[in-house]
């Protein structure tokens, strides 16, 4: 079993839908939580941290799940441009080797 | 503000030939490490450094070194190009441990015929 997984997808939604998409960790040593967001043939880049009480940045919301051990991602009134790929990361220290990414969910948006 | 740069962003070697990525940021962060994407794989760690003249093994070291001789750079070399390692590679950065993230550079897009 993988320490994070994620729901492989594609989720194919029409424009102006709210979408969710959990991401699960086997590690209870977790301690730092991220999405990032991949396009296409293009590099990782930061999303927004996971924080305990949850936290929302315009049309996206994070949430996390200490007791069950998941994080999610909330994102409303999709646009188009949001059609990328979803990694979920999970630190369970400081040194890198302790940096496990999940294998991203794919999204598309539809017109 | 250059941030992560890589290059070469493509390169073609047949089996058996050693080539260097190479991988500098700009922001003055100690740690750097090494990714490998494969399809329906995530990234894997290949190798890391926590700063200058300190680097470790990550999930899958095999075949490829490593030197951190300045904050700067920390290039990634091929000993003897495998099929197997045909992939992409990505550098990253980040200040420190702890909840930072990590930046990353745009990708070495590498096939081994």
């Known amino acids: 079993r993988k320490e994070v997984e994620q729901d492989p997808g594609p989720f194919n939604v029409p424009e102006g839908a709210t979408v969710a998409f959990n991401c699960t960790y086997s590690?209870?040593?977790?301690?730092?939580f991220f999405w990032y967001r991949q396009d296409c043939r293009k590099e990782p880049k930061l999303l927004m941290s996971v924080y305990s009480s949850g936290n929302e940045d315009g049309r996206f919301t994070a949430q996390l799940n200490r007791a069950s051990q998941y994080i999610s991602l909330l994102i409303r009134d999709s646009k188009l441009s949001d059609s990328a790929t979803y990694l979920c990361?999970?630190?369970?220290?400081?040194?890198?080797?302790?940096?496990?990414f999940g294998s991203g969910t794919r999204l598309s948006i539809r017109p | 503000n250059a941030g992560v740069t890589q290059t070469p962003k493509f390169q073609v070697l047949k089996t058996g030939q050693s080539m260097t990525l190479q991988c500098a940021q700009d922001m003055n962060h100690e740690y750097m490490s090494w990714y490998r994407q494969d399809p329906g794989m995530g990234l894997r760690l290949i190798h890391y450094s926590v700063g200058a003249g300190i680097t470790d093994q990550g999930e899958v070291p095999n075949g490829y070194n490593v030197s951190r001789s300045t904050t700067e750079d920390f290039p990634l070399r091929l000993l003897s190009a495998a099929p197997s390692q045909t992939s992409v590679y990505f550098c990253?950065?980040?200040?420190?441990?702890?909840?930072?993230?990590?930046?990353f550079g745009d990708g070495t897009r590498l096939s081994i015929l």
């Open positions: 590690n209870s040593a977790s301690q730092s």
């Open positions: 990361v999970v630190k369970r220290g400081s040194s890198a080797s302790k940096i496990i």
């Open positions: 990253a950065s980040s200040p420190g441990g702890g909840a930072q993230p990590q930046h």
